[in-house]
């Protein structure tokens, strides 16, 4: 079975950091691209950051470039997001997902079940 | 940036027939993934390459998209249909995966 599970949330001040784990079990980690997805409280979804399967390939939100940084580590099944100088907007619940077919980067097939982010003033 | 706009709602009876449609520039000339979200709960795939289904989706549910519209169809719709659509695509210019607002579905 399938499991990703994410770690790392809690309560910040503004300008603080916080590092995201998702942890993942039950197929091949390295070979699937692996996302982070946001949601705010009452609203939609938004893509935050993508890495692939040799982390070659890094793609990340623009209106958190240079505050928040993906990278993976495929020796211990795990996606991380590290955030940085974290702001209001940047609260809500935080999915770690995967691609639906491996080696592409494609429709996000499974998904954890999220770790929430609040970010105090 | 790439804009995908979805009506903020859609009602329909049981047994009806319910259409989302996700609108973008040209959209028709990307692949367009569609999510279901159920309150509470993590989003899940229903449909992706704008038509093809997950194993373990009903065939109620299909997809299309060509021009400036997708639409996401849910045939003969069930209470347990009632959840928040989304509509996804990748923008190739911006290097961005980019999520419509998302639309309410309501089964009356």
């Known amino acids: 079975e399938v499991q990703l599970v994410e770690s790392g949330g809690g309560l910040v001040q503004r300008g603080g950091s916080l590092r995201l784990s998702c942890e993942a079990s039950g197929f091949t980690f390295n070979r699937y691209y692996l996302y982070w997805v946001r949601q705010a409280p009452g609203k939609g979804l938004e893509w935050v950051a993508c890495i692939k399967e040799d982390a070659s390939e890094k793609y990340i939100l623009d209106s958190v470039k240079g505050r928040f940084t993906i990278s993976r580590d495929n020796s211990k099944n795990s996606v991380f997001l590290q955030m940085n100088s974290l702001r209001a907007e940047d609260s809500g619940l935080y999915y770690c997902?995967?691609?639906?077919?491996?080696?592409?980067?494609?429709?996000?097939?499974?998904w954890g079940q999220g770790t929430r982010v609040t970010v105090s003033s | 940036s790439y804009v995908l706009t979805q009506p903020p709602s859609v009602s329909v009876a049981p047994g009806e027939t319910a259409r989302i449609t996700c609108e973008g520039n040209n959209i028709g000339s990307k692949s367009v993934h569609w999510y279901q979200q159920r309150p509470g709960q993590a989003p899940v795939l229903v449909i992706y390459?704008?038509?093809d289904r997950p194993s373990g989706v009903p065939e109620r549910f299909s997809g299309s998209n060509s021009g400036n519209t997708a639409t996401l169809t849910i045939s003969r719709v069930e209470a347990g249909d009632e959840a928040d659509y989304y509509c996804?695509?990748?923008?190739?210019?911006?290097?961005?995966?980019?999520f419509g607002g998302g639309t309410k579905l309501t089964v009356l």
């Open positions: 996804q695509v990748w923008d190739r210019t911006s290097d961005h995966w980019v």
């Open positions: 997902a995967r691609d639906a077919v491996a080696v592409t980067k494609g429709p996000l097939g499974q």
């Open positions: 390459y704008d038509s």
